[in-house]
């Protein structure tokens, strides 16, 4: 693919919410100050504004003409509960141990930007609702939202969404129809045997060497339960017991991790966890309790809406600069929660490679949005809303 030709410098007020959202980073359901502020910013631009869905959660209307087709775009509230390291840059969060090291303070931006050009351009027939969601991260809030009565309150035809992408070129964009991210599962294995003194091993009932034996026999799941044709992910991440070093533990906790895409792997994979961790306990003597959770659910795009999204993107950055095909990720997003409910698609706009401002990863302490973006989402939103709901000829 070629460079795309990003548009224009973002107008400086769209920079301007953005680093003041980047300053003031706050986690899940803790997004009052930040709701606040685009609260103040969507009333300014004239939108009728709900507060308080899924805790900190809002929506904006903005209806033009007497079209009956309503389209929702969503962005993300929610910072990460992470220590800034940005030497020297003026907008660094000013709340210590957060920062939006993620780019959801640019996601807001971008549609704050969108309904800025809607609002004042008013060159659709029909309804847009503008979702800020509250605690992504975690895979809470879109369910939050909903519990609220999000789509009874405010039903879409269709929901839209994206996020940026470090390593992938400024200002390309990408999508695919079905999986595009995986599930989130979590898991923990509580294994309590009988401790004792490491000289005398054979009056114990050693949880730590069983807790080894899981974590090793768990790495045959994918590579021999899992149908070679599907994609899976099982990691343990943690490893934590009670032993001393001269003591042998009495208990051990191994949590770790699953990603999916069809609930038939996700079941799949809490059987075989369940039953390989309970067995080897059993062998040994062990008593072994398993809790297996869902957090997120897969992001599968509707196919219909893909090709709107695509529509879109080609219209706002060049044919060139679209993949269609983007091989899915196994990172998780709460938006997935949204498409289980209602059509839509998710796209990712890319923030940067390389030497680029913008290819930092995601979740890296360094890592900033690239305002270079800000015009490509805005413009993104609003061409799809024209696209979508179109005046009618006369």
């Known amino acids: 693919m070629n460079n795309p ?19 003031f980073p706050e986690t899940g359901f803790e997004e009052r100050q930040t709701a606040d502020y685009v609260a103040q ?3 300014v631009l004239g939108l009728e504004v709900h507060r308080g869905l899924g805790g900190t959660g809002l ?7 007497q079209g009956r087709g309503v389209i929702g775009l969503r962005a993300d509230m929610d910072a990460l509960a992470l220590g800034e390291q940005a030497p020297g840059r003026a907008h660094a969060s000013q709340h210590p141990g957060r920062m939006h090291a993620c780019g959801h303070d640019g996601h807001m931006a971008m549609l704050l930007a969108a309904a800025q050009l809607l609002s004042e351009q008013r060159d659709f027939d029909g309804t847009v609702r503008f979702i800020f969601q509250p605690a992504e991260e975690h895979g809470r809030g879109a369910a939050a939202m909903m519990a609220d009565g999000l789509f009874e309150r405010f039903p879409v035809d269709a929901i839209y969404g994206l996020h940026n992408l470090p390593g992938l070129a400024a200002g390309h964009i990408a999508t695919r129809p079905g999986p595009m991210m995986a599930a989130e599962d979590n898991f923990e294995i509580r294994i309590t045997g009988r401790g004792g003194h490491a000289a005398r091993p054979h009056m114990a009932v050693d949880p730590l060497v069983i807790g080894a034996e899981i974590v ?6 994918v590579a021999r339960a899992v149908d070679p044709g599907e994609s899976a992910v099982l990691s343990c991440t943690e490893f934590q017991t009670d032993g001393l070093r001269n003591a042998l533990p009495g208990q051990v906790v191994i949590r770790g991790d699953t990603r999916s895409y069809t609930p038939a ?6 059987q075989r966890i369940r039953a390989i961790a309970t067995g080897v306990g059993a062998a040994h003597g062990a008593q072994v309790a398993v809790t297996y959770t869902h957090e997120f659910a897969p992001t599968v795009n509707w196919p219909a809406c893909t090709e709107a999204a695509l529509a879109a993107a080609r219209a706002v950055v060049g044919p060139a600069n679209v993949q269609a095909d983007y091989p899915p990720l196994m990172i998780s997003e709460d938006f997935g929660a949204f498409l289980q409910r209602v059509p839509g698609a998710f796209i990712f706009l890319g923030n940067g490679t390389g030497e680029q401002p913008g290819a930092l990863p995601l979740h890296n302490a ?4 690239n305002d270079a973006l800000l015009p490509v989402g805005a413009r993104y939103f609003a061409e799809l809303v024209r696209q979508q709901l179109p005046r009618a000829a006369h």
């Open 265 to 270: 792997v996700q079941a799949l994979l809490a």
């Open 366 to 369: 360094g890592y900033d949005f």
């Open 59 to 65: 929506v904006a209307n903005l209806r033009v003409g």
């Open 5 to 23: 030709p990003l548009p224009a410098p973002a107008p400086d007020t769209w920079v301007r919410w953005r680093h003041h959202l980047h300053r």
């Open 216 to 221: 090793l026999a768990l790495q045959t799941v």
């Open 41 to 43: 910013v969507l009333g």
